[in-house]
């Protein structure tokens, strides 16, 4: 069951860890074909077998949606969400290949109420994308608008 959070029952500090999903290769490809990035560190073997990555690597913008994802599926409590109102310092710092498991983790760390039609105030989350081996594969901050 899901708890929905109005923007005055939210408190700074709260800590939320989602559950793991396996990024795979028709995930890489599905999203090139969506995104219409075909860069071949993300589809060519061959390619990336020359690179330091020595395999094709996950598009960090489907990191993002993947994190995204799995933040909206956690289902104890969030907030009562009017719309996703942007990302700040938003970093790939470690490369996913296909077959790596990861989760999200955010922490809620500032409030700002907002005179606004629809939404009592902005939230924002301290967000990681962690993968199995415990390495921050995207690191940002991601702002809602919340009732």
């Known amino acids: 069951m899901t708890v929905s959070l109005a923007f005055d029952d939210l408190e700074v500090g709260h800590e939320v860890v989602t559950h793991s999903r396996t990024v795979t290769e028709a995930d890489v490809r ?5 995104s219409g990035d075909f860069n071949p560190l993300h589809l060519s073997e061959e390619h990336t077998a020359e690179t330091d990555f020595g395999e094709p690597i996950a598009h ?19 907030p009562d969400v009017v ?12 490369p996913v290949t296909m077959g790596t498991s990861v989760h ?5 760390v500032a409030k700002e109420p907002k005179d606004h039609p629809v939404g009592n105030g902005v939230v924002r989350y ?18 809602t608008l919340v009732t």
């Open 83 to 94: 719309a996703f109102y942007g990302v700040d310092s938003l970093r790939f710092t470690t």
């Open 104 to 108: 999200a983790e955010s922490k809620l």
């Open 60 to 78: 960090g913008a489907l990191l993002f949606a993947i994190a995204s994802g799995l933040l909206w599926q956690y289902r104890h409590e969030r």
């Open 126 to 143: 301290e967000t990681r994308l962690v993968t199995d081996e415990d390495e921050t594969a995207l690191s940002c901050e991601m702002l």
């Open 30 to 34: 599905n999203f090139a074909g969506v």
